[in-house]
Nanobody, 116 residues
Framework: QVQLVESGGGLVQPGGSLTLSCVAS????????MTWARQAPGRGINWISQ????????DYTDSVKGRFTITRDNAKNTLYLHMRNLIPDDTAVYYC?????????RGQGTQVTVSS
């Protein structure tokens, strides 16, 4: 079955960096566009970035442009989110999602907390 497993979250100070990973299985990852989304405490899930199947086209929500980079390694069935210059408002559970829709299959999430 389709499975997505995120990792790499943690506690980081403002201005710090983290790289999230999402290992995919149960579908042809190399043919599938992917999305990162996040859910802050008490709020809905929000789209933050997406990448096409080949990894040649990406998009970002304005609040993370210039700070976050989405990449993928199709040979390893892995999606990444490289985050730098983190701010407290980035605190959330981060999810990888199969496809471009927030309603797609997603993993269990990984918690990112930005705090001093």
């Amino acid at each position: 079955q389709v499975q997505l497993v995120e990792s790499g979250g943690g506690l980081v100070q403002p201005g710090g960096s983290l790289t999230l990973s999402c290992v995919a299985s149960g579908f042809t990852f190399s043919n599938t566009p992917m999305t990162w989304a996040r859910q802050a405490p008490g709020r809905g899930i929000n789209w933050i970035s997406q990448i096409n199947a080949a990894g040649t086209s990406t998009d970002y929500t304005d609040s993370v442009k210039g700070r976050f980079t989405i990449t993928r390694d199709n040979a390893k069935n892995t999606l990444y989110l490289h985050m730098r210059n983190l701010i407290p408002d980035d605190t959330a559970v981060y999810y990888c999602i199969r496809g471009f829709s927030l309603g797609g299959t997603r993993g269990q999430g990984t918690q990112v907390t930005v705090s001093s």
